[in-house]
């Protein structure tokens, strides 16, 4: 229980007695007052009548009769006995009767028991009344007593428990302050209670703890750990840059002040926002640690760097350092590391294969054009007659050049797309001519497997932003990949939507379908799904999606494994 509660709920009951005995003592002394005036006004007062009484007829003069006639008055205005009615009445009869003759001793002796019977009377009233009072006073006295014993025993308990409870903790904190001072890191205040001193005990432990995790770390251990670490970094081939917490650079090494082309005191210690007003670099660096601060490890697309008088391909990667301070729960961004690795090498060896692959692609069309030329001389019966088996001969020959044809034309394509030299002609065009034109192209291929086109294209669509020639090309490439996995006389699905800003294009097949671990490595260059026995590259779509990517749009599949696949062309509408 809290230290807090604990002194509420004492000096409150505390109080609360203290209100209840105030209470109880001002009604017992209340109803002393009422018993005691009732004395003084009922009976003494019946008495001081009786004694005037008897004074005025011991005098006998005229004036001394009617003083007693005033008292007899008083006294039948001020009856409040059982039995004084008719004694008053007595007194009264014979009083009127010894006016008549006053020379009667008799009559007066009679008046004079009547008064003494009187007051008597009265005298017993006053007895029982102050029986009465005292068994007030006794009662008052009984429970002014328990109020005040429970008073005395509360305040009792409060002052044996309370001081220690207050006092020894802080003892005891007080002796493990003296011991963090005289640097016994180690001293430990451990309070099983969950009052303040319970927290104020957690507190101290953590303080402790982060006291002697300090006293431990030895300066010079640190520097030469410090030491350490910039040598290693600045042995890293690569360009590195610590950020703190506030985007300041607190390190960088020295291809990384090489590429940024400034001094190491123009950068070290200074805010990146301020550097980046005069370094293009360094704006492109922090770009996306000013947008968002989440995530580790985020790689950006190869940025190309000129430095030391050559061009160089660098890869970024970002990384959040996160660490839990000592003592608490929940991590604390202390900083970014941001790594540029040189790629330079790759990047040249890649341009090297794409235009070897180029180069080879190029001078492959000229011989296989040559060989179907050659081909379609040979079927010519003019030239001369083939038998069946040099018939099957060429045809076998035929295929095989078709396909060769068609792997160069992919080769050629995929190094457009890596060199980036893809030539775009992006006019406004109409969908249906494009699909008609795809669809025209596959119509002898998809009669092979008996397969029919289910088309939904509405009368009046919208054009598209989109190259006629590459668009159709990935279509047709569509519509021959959905001909090849569907089963024999099944049906193709293809229709045209119009949506708010795209038009969208969707090709539906009724094959096997693909897994769901291969959903998302579609799209990626030279992937075919395991166990196919389809031919293929592994090119088409990963062209498909560079042609529609660079026209702005957007491709998509669609899958469940054993129904069949649905790939989705987004078009941009004309601004």
Same mark, same amino acid.
């Given at each position: 229980?809290?230290?807090?509660?604990?002194?509420?709920?004492?000096?409150?009951?505390? /109080?609360? !007695?203290? =209100?209840? #005995?105030?209470?109880?003592? $001002?009604?017992? %002394?209340?109803? *002393?007052?009422?018993? @005691?005036?009732?004395?003084?006004?009922?009976?003494?007062?019946?008495?001081?009548?009786?004694?005037?009484?008897?004074?005025?007829?011991?005098?006998?003069?005229?004036?001394?009769?009617?003083?007693?006639?005033?008292?007899?008055?008083?006294?039948?205005?001020?009856?409040?006995?059982?039995?004084?009615?008719?004694?008053?009445?007595?007194?009264?009869?014979?009083?009127?009767?010894?006016?008549?003759?006053?020379?009667?001793?008799?009559?007066?002796?009679?008046?004079?028991?009547?008064?003494?019977?009187?007051?008597?009377?009265?005298?017993?009233?006053?007895?029982?009344?102050?029986?009465?009072?005292?068994?007030?006073?006794?009662?008052?006295?009984?429970?002014?007593?328990?109020?005040?014993?429970?008073?005395?025993?509360?305040? /009792?308990? !409060?002052? =044996?428990? #309370?001081?220690?409870?207050? $006092?020894?903790? %802080?003892?005891? *904190?007080?002796?493990? @302050?003296?011991?963090?001072?005289?640097?016994?890191?180690?001293?430990?205040?451990?309070?099983?209670?969950?009052?303040?001193?319970?927290?104020?005990?957690?507190?101290?432990?953590?303080?402790?703890?982060?006291?002697?995790?300090?006293?431990?770390?030895?300066?010079?251990?640190?520097?030469?750990?410090?030491?350490?670490?910039?040598?290693?970094?600045?042995?890293?081939?690569?360009?590195?840059?610590?950020?703190?917490?506030?985007l300041k650079v607190i390190f960088a090494n020295e291809e990384a002040i090489k590429i940024i082309g400034m001094n190491e005191t123009e950068i070290i210690g200074h805010h990146t926002q301020e550097l980046a007003v005069k370094n293009d670099l360094v704006r492109t660096l922090i770009q996306d640690l000013l947008i968002a601060e989440s995530g580790n490890g985020i790689k950006s697309k190869p940025m190309k760097i000129y430095a030391d008088n050559k061009e160089g391909y660098f890869e970024k990667e970002t990384l959040h350092i996160s660490v839990v301070?000592?003592?608490?729960?929940?991590?604390?961004?202390?900083?970014?590391?941001?790594?540029?690795?040189?790629?330079?090498?790759?990047?040249?060896?890649?341009?090297?294969?794409?235009?070897?692959?180029?180069?080879?692609?190029?001078?492959?069309?000229?011989?296989?054009?040559?060989?179907?030329?050659?081909?379609?001389?040979?079927?010519?019966?003019?030239?001369?007659?083939?038998?069946?088996?040099?018939?099957?001969?060429?045809?076998?020959?035929?295929?095989?050049?078709?396909?060769?044809?068609?792997?160069?034309?992919?080769?050629?394509?995929?190094?457009?797309?890596?060199?980036?030299?893809?030539?775009?002609?992006?006019?406004?065009?109409?969908?249906?001519?494009?699909?008609?034109?795809?669809?025209?192209?596959?119509?002898?291929?998809?009669?092979?497997?008996?397969?029919?086109?289910?088309?939904?294209?509405?009368?009046?669509?919208?054009?598209?932003?989109?190259?006629?020639?590459?668009?159709?090309?990935?279509?047709?490439?569509?519509?021959?990949?959905?001909?090849?996995?569907?089963?024999?006389?099944?049906?193709?699905?293809?229709?045209?939507?119009?949506?708010?800003?795209?038009?969208?294009?969707?090709?539906?097949?009724?094959?096997?379908?693909?897994?769901?671990?291969?959903?998302?490595?579609?799209?990626?260059?030279?992937?075919?799904?395991?166990?196919?026995?389809?031919?293929?590259?592994?090119?088409?779509?990963?062209?498909?999606?560079?042609?529609?990517?660079?026209?702005?749009?957007?491709?998509?599949?669609?899958?469940?494994?054993?129904?069949?696949?649905?790939?989705?062309?987004?078009?941009?509408?004309?601004?």
């Amino acid at each position: 229980m809290k230290i807090k509660t604990k002194l509420t709920l004492g000096v409150g009951l505390l /109080f609360l !007695l203290i =209100i209840l #005995l105030s209470v109880v003592g $001002a009604k017992y %002394i209340n109803e *002393l007052k009422n018993d @005691t005036e009732n004395i003084l006004i009922a009976n003494y007062n019946s008495l001081e009548y009786s004694r005037n009484m008897l004074i005025a007829l011991d005098d006998g003069t005229e004036k001394a009769f009617r003083k007693f006639e005033t008292n007899l008055q008083n006294q039948e205005n001020n009856i409040t006995e059982i039995g004084e009615p008719e004694a008053t009445a007595e007194i009264r009869s014979s009083f009127e009767t010894f006016k008549l003759n006053n020379s009667d001793i008799s009559l007066e002796s009679t008046i004079r028991k009547e008064i003494f019977r009187l007051m008597d009377m009265n005298m017993q009233a006053i007895q029982r009344k102050s029986e009465v009072a005292k068994a007030t006073a006794d009662k008052a006295v009984f429970w002014i007593a328990i109020t005040g014993t429970m008073c005395f025993l509360i305040a /009792f308990v !409060l002052l =044996i428990n #309370l001081p220690s409870n207050i $006092a020894n903790p %802080i003892k005891k *904190l007080t002796e493990s @302050t003296n011991q963090i001072a005289a640097e016994n890191y180690s001293e430990r205040v451990r309070f099983e209670s969950h009052s303040e001193f319970g927290q104020l005990a957690k507190s101290f432990n953590t303080m402790a703890q982060k006291l002697e995790e300090f006293n431990n770390s030895n300066l010079a251990k640190l520097m030469k750990e410090k030491k350490r670490i910039e040598t290693l970094i600045n042995n890293m081939h690569d360009p590195v840059i610590g950020l703190d917490e506030n985007l300041k650079v607190i390190f960088a090494n020295e291809e990384a002040i090489k590429i940024i082309g400034m001094n190491e005191t123009e950068i070290i210690g200074h805010h990146t926002q301020e550097l980046a007003v005069k370094n293009d670099l360094v704006r492109t660096l922090i770009q996306d640690l000013l947008i968002a601060e989440s995530g580790n490890g985020i790689k950006s697309k190869p940025m190309k760097i000129y430095a030391d008088n050559k061009e160089g391909y660098f890869e970024k990667e970002t990384l959040h350092i996160s660490v839990v301070p000592t003592g608490e729960q929940t991590k604390q961004l202390i900083g970014h590391f941001i790594i540029l690795r040189n790629i330079t090498e790759h990047k040249e060896l890649d341009f090297a294969k794409t235009n070897f692959i180029a180069t080879v692609s190029h001078e492959f069309k000229t011989p296989i054009s040559s060989i179907k030329m050659s081909l379609q001389l040979l079927e010519n019966e003019e030239i001369g007659k083939l038998n069946d088996e040099q018939k099957n001969l060429v045809e076998s020959i035929k295929d095989d050049a078709s396909r060769l044809l068609k792997i160069t034309g992919e080769l050629l394509n995929m190094t457009q797309v890596e060199s980036g030299n893809i030539q775009l002609s992006i006019l406004p065009s109409d969908p249906k001519e494009i699909l008609w034109y795809a669809i025209n192209a596959t119509k002898t291929q998809a009669d092979q497997k008996q397969i029919q086109f289910e088309i939904n294209c509405p009368e009046n669509i919208s054009n598209v932003q989109a190259d006629n020639e590459k668009t159709a090309w990935v279509l047709t490439n569509l519509i021959s990949n959905a001909i090849r996995y569907s089963y024999d006389n099944s049906i193709i699905y293809i229709s045209i939507e119009d949506a708010i800003n795209q038009v969208h294009i969707s090709v539906k097949d009724t094959g096997q379908g693909i897994a769901p671990q291969y959903k998302d490595k579609i799209f990626d260059r030279y992937f075919r799904v395991p166990g196919t026995k389809k031919e293929g590259t592994g090119l088409g779509l990963a062209i498909s999606k560079e042609f529609i990517e660079a026209q702005g749009g957007q491709i998509a599949v669609d899958s469940e494994f054993g129904t069949g696949s649905t790939f989705t062309l987004a078009l941009n509408k004309p601004v």
